[in-house]
């Protein structure tokens, strides 16, 4: 009998932990991700790689310019260098993507801005955003790997494969 209780109970330990792993797959599926995606992209004339620090902006010299990273883990991260007369300031954005025949989908995001000494804008820091979806396209050019994303009805930007 006693061999029996433990057996039932060895069952029962292992189907809530399967439950517990398929409920929590469930919520974090595993994003259709593209490889050649991954990596660090950008727009600035100066392709260096951007820096990163704890609280996830960008550090050291920063030219104008638009920067996307994306994660072999199906995250990305945005950060832009906006120097207009009424804009100033570093933007980032981060959150989850997929991506897929051509097609992809930015998920949870956030986006913070952190205005430059002097600009009038307010800092915003981690405001949730909605979901987006873009086409990108891999390609290359005489500078090497080019990475074009698009909105809908929205010319392409081009961004190239930043060196680190």
Known sequence: MKRILVLVSVL????????????????????????????????AADRTHVAIDAQGQPVGD?????WFEFRAD???????????????GISVEEGRYEAKDGVLRLTQRTFSFYPFEGSPQKKQVRTPQSDA?????IGSDADGATLSLAEKDSQAMVFHAAKK
């Open 133 to 137: 979806t873009l086409t990108y396209a």
């Open 12 to 43: 029962a330990l292992s189907l809530a932990l399967l439950s517990a792993c398929a409920a929590s797959a469930a919520e974090k599926p595993t994003p259709v991700l593209d490889p050649d995606l991954a990596g660090q992209w950008t727009t």
């Open 74 to 88: 199906g995250t990305y991260f945005s950060s832009a260098n906006h120097m207009t007369f009424a804009i100033g």
């Open 62 to 66: 920063f030219p104008i310019g638009v």
